[in-house]
T-cell receptor
Framework: QQQVKQSPQSLIVQKGGIPIINCAYENTAFDYFPWYQQFPGKGPALLIA?????SEKKEGRFTISFNKSAKQFSLHIMDSQPGDSATYFC?????????FGAGTRLFVKA | NAGVTQTPKFQVLKTGQSMTLQCAQD?????MYWYRQDPGMGLRLIYY???????DKGEVPNGYNVSRLNKREFSLRLESAAPSQTSVYFCASLDRVVGEKLFFGSGTQLSVL
């Protein structure tokens, strides 16, 4: 059973669109909420992360929104590009453990 | 810098065979991890080592053992491989200086027939 539930499983958007990926969690012991990006044949790489005392964080075209009371967080990709086509994982980190969501396969059409 | 290096990249085993996956990092990180990735399941934590000399179970430890050989190296052993262990295995190390960033290797694709 996934401790962090991620949706949707897959997503197709047009170039320039704004894909949104959502995650929900139950365990409040975690205090760091990263998103990882993975290209085929590669290991995941950290994209952006947020701590629960902040409601939003932007880095370039990527934005995390965090709703602590609802135990939900989401990733928005502004002006999406074909090069953003990848699998995205939300995660939560507490102590020395990082637990991942099931992943979202994003395809951005040119 | 090589980062996190995993060997082998590909392996095919027969049911019941044993093997060890090797992992080494050159970033002087204290903590190291083994994950498996399966379609629709994301990355699931098998075992981790918070620091040299310690190891702990993750979400799916059954059928696996680990050894933290030194600060650089963390190996994963399958004593008697089963088809359910067919997966892609990733080793990672944790940088706690800049946030809590995991650095991953490029993975080992394992098939158990």
């Amino acid at each position: 059973q996934q401790q962090v539930k991620q949706s949707p499983q897959s997503l197709i958007v047009q170039k320039g669109g704004i894909p949104i990926i959502n995650c929900a969690y139950e365990n409040t012991a975690f205090d760091y909420f990263p998103w990882y990006q993975q290209f085929p044949g590669k290991g995941p790489a950290l994209l952006i992360a947020i701590r629960p005392d902040v409601s939003e964080k932007k880095e370039g075209r990527f934005t995390i929104s965090f709703n602590k009371s609802a135990k939900q967080f989401s990733l928005h990709i502004m002006d999406s590009q074909p090069g953003d086509s990848a699998t995205y994982f939300c995660a939560m980190t507490g102590g020395f453990k990082t637990i991942f969501g099931a992943g979202t396969r994003l395809f951005v059409k040119a | 810098n090589a980062g996190v290096t995993q060997t082998p990249k590909f392996q095919v085993l027969k049911t019941g065979q044993s093997m060890t996956l090797q992992c080494a990092q050159d970033m002087n990180h204290n903590s190291m991890y083994w994950y498996r990735q399966d379609p629709g399941m994301g990355l699931r934590l098998i075992y981790y080592s918070a620091s040299e000399g310690t190891t702990d179970k993750g979400e799916v430890p059954n059928g696996y053992n680990v050894s933290r050989l030194n600060k650089r190296e963390f190996s994963l052993r399958l004593e008697s491989a089963a088809p359910s262990q067919t997966s892609v295995y990733f080793c990672a190390s944790l940088d706690r200086v800049v946030g809590e960033k995991l650095f991953f290797g490029s993975g080992t694709q394992l098939s158990v027939l």
